[in-house]
């Protein structure tokens, strides 16, 4: 089962901070966040591991309820280069596993 | 920095052909992958390889799709008798273990 993320699309003004979702009705070992602009290949962004983990990158968050099964992407005062379509990968099985991506949040910033 | 590289960057192909798409992971990496993405949708798994085996294929990989590893750098997928509906974009990845999953830049393949 793919993960569901959510929203779909989000459009936001430069500076302005966004959220979003990814949850799965199977328990997750690990959650992988990609980006993805137009005719590129998805860039990864960051992975979580264990359950309640909370990861950085520059003004990029996520953390991982693994009770939840879900996990969630943090924006903070995005930039106009955030631009593109974000995906949560989850391991098919575990381990070195083909992922199972969400159909992708659409993130377009605007000046 | 090492990056997984895919060649070509665009086939086009008659329908009933055979194609053949390329791909050299990163040097040190164990793990590899084949992705699609139909233009528009999601990235969708096709098959991992570890160890020269196939580890897992999705229902997508049928019998007209195949995989090898000719030598110690190449990574290839083999699409039989390409189908109108094999038209896509498809991503070659890799990682060093259970991790990071790296994306080559893709192979567009349009069949006509």
């Known amino acids: 089962q793919q993960p569901v993320q959510s929203p779909q699309a989000v459009i936001l003004r430069e500076g302005e901070d966004a959220v979003i979702n990814c949850s799965s009705s199977k328990a997750l070992y690990s959650v992988h966040w990609y980006r993805q602009k137009h005719g590129e290949a998805p860039v990864f962004l960051m992975i979580l591991l264990k359950g309640g983990e909370q990861k950085g990158h520059d003004k990029i968050s996520a953390s991982f309820n693994e009770k939840k099964q879900q996990s969630s992407l943090y924006l903070t005062a995005s930039q106009l280069s955030y631009s593109g379509t974000y995906f949560c990968?989850?391991?098919?099985?575990?381990?070195?596993?083909?992922?199972?991506f969400g159909k992708g949040t659409h993130l377009i910033i605007q000046p | 920095e090492p990056e997984v590289t895919q060649t070509p960057s665009h086939q086009v192909t008659q329908m009933g052909q055979e194609v053949i798409l390329r791909c050299v992971p990163i040097s040190n990496h164990l793990y590899f992958y084949w992705y699609r993405q139909i233009l528009g949708q999601k990235v969708e798994f096709l098959v991992s390889f570890y160890n020269n085996e196939i580890s897992e294929k999705s229902e997508i990989f049928d019998d007209q799709f195949s995989v090898e590893r000719p030598d110690g750098s190449n990574f290839t997928l083999k699409i039989r008798s390409t189908k109108l509906e094999d038209s896509a974009m498809y991503f070659c990845?890799?990682?060093?273990?259970?991790?990071?999953?790296?994306f080559g830049p893709g192979t567009r393949l349009t069949v006509l």
């Open positions: 990845a890799s990682s060093r273990s259970t991790d990071t999953q790296y």
């Open positions: 990968g989850t391991p098919r099985r575990g381990g070195a596993d083909g992922l199972t």
